[in-house]
């Protein structure tokens, strides 16, 4: 990965200013303050995780964030943080942001469908830099003290 996207990842990060203790859902709860709007969370078995293992449809009140099925919670956490991304580097508004056609979501309206980000490329700037901000977010719950409780949780 270059430095640029390194450094705008690390950049979206800083600018959150998370508490010391952070979880999933208290991240959530933080964007949701941010960007003044719900964030919902829906495992899709529509998703298979082949091809496409999360998606984030923005609609008009509700940001809609869509994953796969995971064997464990590291793996769910990490989809979803990587969809969160996504929404903290504003992707929806880059222009190559692009919808590749997932039938699952047809009952969607074109104009919503325009702002989804259905990456299939996982080699691009936009997926490289969402994966980066998600690994630092992954360690900023990491590394909470309130984290370190749960552990047991991974294991179930």
Known sequence: MNKQLQETALDAFKRLRLPARVTLDSLIEHLQVLRGRRIVIIESAHLTGSKICGLWIPREQVDVVYHAAAKGLLHRRQMILHEVAHMILRHDEAEDATWQGV??????????????????????????????????LAAAIRESSQEIYSYEAYFE
């Open 103 to 136: 039938s699952v979501f047809r009952e969607l309206s074109g104009e919503v469908v325009a702002k989804a980000l259905a990456r299939g490329d996982f080699r691009s700037d936009l997926e490289a830099t969402a994966e980066y901000l998600a690994d630092l």
